[in-house]
């Protein structure tokens, strides 16, 4: 029995053992306890802290974005300031246009008016050749000038167009064919131009020629032996054969005192 069993002594002699034991495992409980709640704080806090990092790195990166926008949005506003600076500089340059356009639309039409009073008197004085269609012209520019459906510009290069047309008859021959009054007869003939020096004039069989005279203001007919070189010019106006040295007679001009 006593060999099997601890003695009452040596129980007195654990128990304060044992009793210390329990109390360390009660300490080391709750030092266990505290660890797994400072782990789990740590673990919360943590999670605050990752969340702030996110938090925070989201912010940085607005940030960085909003800091590029507002550099881009300096650099619009430069190139702005400088297209307005532009375009009031073109502002004041289109006024001042402006203002020089309304004097010269004062101006041009005295201009062109004098223009087609030249051009008429220039017209009735030199060689009647293509007296139809250079009257014709003249009254539709006549007629232009005082339309309000037609810019300045345009009636001014219309002007222009009519001056450059009848400086181009002084270097040209022509060979066209009209009717023409002759001592109370009319007749169809061949008009011969030769630049605005001279104009001849050949009925249709060939058997009457004739040249207008500036002095006379008139007709003069010619002597037959003219017949033949009045029809080689009229074919090479026409370009209907070479051009060759013509004979012809040709009024001289006036002189004046």
Do not use: C
């Not at 304060?16 to 797994?36: C, M, N, R, Y």
């Not at 269609?133 to 037609?150: F, K, P, S, W, Y």
């Not at 007679?249 to 005192?257: I, L, N, Y």
């Amino acid at each position: 029995m006593i060999n099997s069993w601890l003695s009452f002594r040596q129980l007195a002699l654990l128990l304060p053992l044992f009793v210390a034991q329990s109390a360390w495992a009660d300490h080391l409980g709750d030092a266990v306890k505290e660890t797994i709640q400072s782990n789990r704080s740590a673990a919360k806090s943590q999670l605050k802290i990752d969340g702030l990092s996110d938090q925070t790195g989201k912010m940085l990166e607005e940030y960085r974005l909003l800091l590029k926008e507002t550099e881009t949005l300096q650099t619009y506003n430069d190139q702005l300031k400088k297209l307005l600076v532009s375009q009031h500089s073109e502002e004041q340059s289109l006024l001042r246009q402006l203002q020089e356009i309304e004097v010269t639309q004062r101006e041009i039409v005295p201009f062109m008016l004098n223009m087609l009073d030249s051009l008429e008197a220039f017209i009735s004085l030199d060689v009647p050749f293509l007296a139809e269609e250079r009257a014709q012209r003249l009254a539709r520019l006549q007629e232009m000038i005082g339309r309000a459906d037609v810019t300045q510009s345009e009636k001014f290069r219309r002007i222009l167009e009519a001056y450059q047309i009848e400086n181009e008859y002084g270097r040209t021959i022509e060979a066209y064919r009209a009717d023409l009054d002759l001592n109370g007869a009319s007749y169809t003939v061949d008009f011969l131009r030769l630049g605005r020096l001279s104009l001849y004039y050949q009925t249709l069989d060939g058997k009457k020629t004739g040249v207008w005279s500036q002095k006379a203001k008139g007709w003069q007919a010619l002597s037959d032996r003219y017949n033949r070189t009045i029809s080689n010019g009229l074919q090479i106006a026409r370009k209907q054969i070479a051009p060759d040295l013509l004979k012809l007679p040709v009024p001289v001009p006036e002189m004046k005192q």
